[in-house]
């Protein structure tokens, strides 16, 4: 899990119970993205609740969510807001 520490003294991370966040302080969590099946039985990883776009379709779920994964990892985690 990694931890990213803004400047003004905040944590960002995608979450994950790997660390209690808790111990930090009050959190505020909010969806990232969702990861739901098209009429197709498709899978669609829809990144517009962080400005992102929509990655897909992918025949397994397990795909769309590496993708969800990598997109955040390289385009919201460490991007200042």
Not at 19 to 36: C, K
Not at 44 to 56: E, F, K
Not at 70 to 79: G, K, P, R, S
Request: proline share 6%.
């Amino acid at each position: 899990m990694q931890l990213v520490v803004q400047t003004n003294g905040t944590l960002r991370c995608l979450y994950d119970e790997a660390i209690d966040l808790a111990e930090f302080g009050p959190m505020s969590i909010a969806r990232a993205s969702h990861v739901e099946p098209d009429d197709a039985g498709r899978w669609l990883a829809d990144l517009s609740p962080v400005a992102g776009p929509l990655l897909g379709p992918f025949e397994r779920r397990s795909d769309a969510l590496d993708a969800e994964l990598a997109w955040l990892d390289a385009n919201w985690l460490t991007c200042q807001h």
